[in-house]
Nanobody
Framework: QVQLIESGGGLVQAGGSLRLSCAAS????????MGWFRQVPGKEREFVAA????????YYADSVKGRFTISRDNAKKTVYLQMNSLKPEDTAVYHC????????????????WGQGTQVTVSS
């Protein structure tokens, strides 16, 4: 099994930047695709970004493309989400997920989830 812990969230003004980290404990994550999702109260979990085990292939939601960058350091068992040019509509709890068994953009395809970190963007 693997445990995922997100960090790096906080309050930032529109146009600012944050870097989220997702640290894994337990077994290695180096063989598994990882993803970032976000959720606001009353709405379904939304895909943000995903990365294959090697880091060669990445996917992004259209709403964050060009502003967010997903990366990973398998030696550190950590996945990152660099968020630039933040907008108020990016406000959400951001969760990382591991072990995608199918479409990396589908939250139902992931086995393990972190508890999330709150990102709030003020206008």
């Amino acid at each position: 099994q693997v445990q995922l812990i997100e960090s790096g969230g906080g309050l930032v003004q529109a146009g600012g930047s944050l870097r989220l980290s997702c640290a894994a404990s337990g077994r290695s994550i180096s063989s598994y695709s990882m993803g970032w999702f976000r959720q606001v109260p009353g709405k379904e979990r939304e895909f943000v970004a995903a990365i294959t085990w090697s880091g060669v292939i990445t996917y992004y939601a259209d709403s964050v493309k060009g502003r967010f960058t997903i990366s990973r350091d398998n030696a550190k068992k950590t996945v990152y989400l660099q968020m630039n040019s933040l907008k108020p509509e990016d406000t959400a709890v951001y969760h990382c997920a591991s072990d995608s068994v199918g479409d990396m953009r589908d939250p139902d395809q992931y086995v393990y989830w972190g508890q999330g970190t709150q990102v709030t963007v003020s206008s």
